[in-house]
């Protein structure tokens, strides 16, 4: 990902914002999980219009701060770490589970204390509640249309025949003496998109096609999406295909529209203004120039590149759909009424999607330390991998596995993003709108031992033409692209104790995904060494 959007906090402060974020709350009331979530449900709040509510809400503020003093004060005497207060699960939080010792674990000349073998009974009672069967309904295309009115006011139906890439003419109505780009929210928070948009500029007016008094100008959408994963290798797959004569992408890789920018997030906890889809279309304008060509004439004629495609690469096309919680009212069961896939397809159904995915466990640290602030360590990646289980752990006893995948509150809660190695959830998801024939999916490893047999298979599913041997062989010998930073591999490998807790952890979505996909290189050999 090209923008670290995605800061690890366990807990966002309560606002009169009510529509804007949950509310997350950290309770110990019974014997349970120590970092249980709950998410209280959004109703606009009536008018405080009397004292009494003002000091229930001092006195509730004040019992609250007691009851995590005393959690971090009992953390620390049932530890017995003398170097500092450290918030561990304590073996009564298991009952239910039994509650063996901990395992001391050495790394180097240092032993942390952990309680290894109880998160182990946790990852065994999360893998008990997985249940891969979904309630998702497909939604009507009525049902979209009516929550995205302007989506489809702009995106036509039917595409211009004789061009490869989805495009169609649209009456131009601004100004000629006017920016055309000067309203784009791209513009307004990207310096990057400021120095495109000015070089689109100069050729705008090249490019409008004049017809019975009235202008047009060329829109498109892409062909194809690279829709995931992230630290899974979609930056270099996309500096490689961008070396193809016949693909061109947006101004750059990521503009995240589908799943943030169309609800006006910026960041996580940022909302501005939505992002039109208009916005979205400019970043294309560029390869629809190239489509076009210099041709000038009836708006309904094919370009001078007919052959050229249009791709698109934001790694959260797949599985981000965090924004429905602050959207949608009309959610049933705890999940999204739509998925981004939805609209997608409603909108271009013949389009196609490539997936890049890699061993869950090794994509889970590579996330952890690209998008880290400070004090990354293996220990800290441990401690963070356990709270993110209990968490998961919590939701699991009281909603279904596809509810708490999509539950906002808890994503946001996690402090690594253990619920983006799912993999198999989103895909089963994407295979409910798609057919198998338009999602490409890919292994890093694979891509990583055979460049050339992988960008092949993409060639082909792209339906690209022949390359030259010189073009073919600086596609894929170049160097891998985003690779780790020198710094984060300084910190080396995970610990041991953690690598195995996220295999198990994983194991059954792996081996649903080798199943669905009829290919158990998406095992990943844990499961057989285990």
């Not at 019992?63 to 207060?85: N, P, Q, R």
């Not at 996220?502 to 060494?529: C, E, I, M, T």
């Amino acid at each position: 990902m090209a923008d670290a959007d995605y800061k690890y906090r366990l807990l966002g402060p309560a606002s009169d914002e009510y529509r804007k974020r949950p509310l997350l709350l950290q309770v110990d009331s019974t014997l349970m999980n120590l970092f249980a979530v709950l998410e209280v449900r959004r109703e606009v709040p009536k008018r405080w219009s009397n004292l009494n509510n003002s000091r229930q809400i001092r006195i509730y503020g004040f019992l609250f701060g007691l009851a995590v003093m005393f959690l971090i004060t009992a953390s620390y005497v049932l530890t017995g770490d003398k170097s500092g207060l450290m918030l561990t699960p304590s073996p009564c939080q298991f009952g239910g589970l039994g509650s063996p010792g901990p395992l001391l674990v050495s790394v180097g000349n240092a032993s942390l204390l952990k309680d290894y073998e109880q998160m182990k009974l946790v990852v065994k009672s999360i893998q008990d509640k997985v249940d891969f069967s979904s309630k998702r309904r497909r939604p009507k295309l009525k049902e979209l249309m009516d929550s995205e009115p302007h989506l489809f006011s702009v995106v036509p139906r039917r595409f211009l025949p004789g061009l490869k890439n989805p495009c169609w003419y649209e009456e131009y109505h601004g100004n000629l003496s006017s920016d055309p780009y000067q309203n784009n929210f791209y513009g307004r928070y990207s310096r990057r998109f400021r120095t495109v948009f000015q070089q689109l500029r100069g050729s705008f007016r090249e490019h409008l096609v004049p017809r019975e008094g009235k202008i047009f100008r060329l829109r498109c959408l892409p062909y194809f999406y690279i829709i995931g994963q992230p630290k899974c290798g979609t930056t270099d797959l996309y500096d490689r295909l961008r070396l193809h004569p016949e693909v061109r992408f947006t101004t750059f890789k990521e503009p995240h529209w589908w799943t943030r920018k169309r609800f006006g997030l910026i960041r996580l906890s940022v909302r501005h203004d939505r992002f039109p889809v208009e916005d979205y279309l400019d970043l294309f304008d560029q390869a629809a120039h190239q489509i076009q060509g210099n041709r000038t004439g009836d708006p309904s004629t094919a370009g001078s590149k007919p052959h050229l495609i249009i791709g698109e690469a934001s790694a959260s096309t797949m599985w981000d759909n965090n924004a429905w919680l602050y959207v949608y009212e009309n959610s049933t069961q705890g999940e999204p009424p739509f998925l981004v896939q939805d609209f997608v397809h409603a909108l271009q159904p013949q389009a196609r999607a490539i997936v890049m995915l890699r061993d869950p466990v090794e994509r889970l640290y590579s996330d952890y330390l690209y998008f880290g602030i400070s004090n990354k360590s293996a220990e800290d990646f441990h401690d963070k991998v356990s709270e993110s289980l209990l968490l998961f752990q919590s939701c699991l006893s009281e909603s279904s596995l596809h509810s708490c995948v999509y539950n906002t509150t808890v994503n946001q809660a996690m402090p690594v993003r253990l619920h983006i190695g799912l993999y198999i959830v989103f895909l089963m998801d994407w295979l409910s709108v798609f057919s198998p024939e338009q999602i490409l999916v890919l292994r890093l490893e694979d891509h990583a031992s055979n460049t050339k047999f992988t960008m092949g298979q993409v060639f082909s599913f792209l339906s690209l033409g022949p390359l030259s041997k010189e073009l073919e062989s600086d596609i894929t010998r170049n160097p891998a692209s985003n690779t780790r930073r020198p710094a984060d591999k300084s910190l080396g490998p995970m610990l041991p104790a953690t690598k195995d807790l996220l295999g198990h952890f994983y194991r059954p979505f792996n081996q649903k995904l080798a199943k669905v996909l009829h290919n158990d290189s998406f095992l990943w050999d844990f499961s057989s060494s285990s």
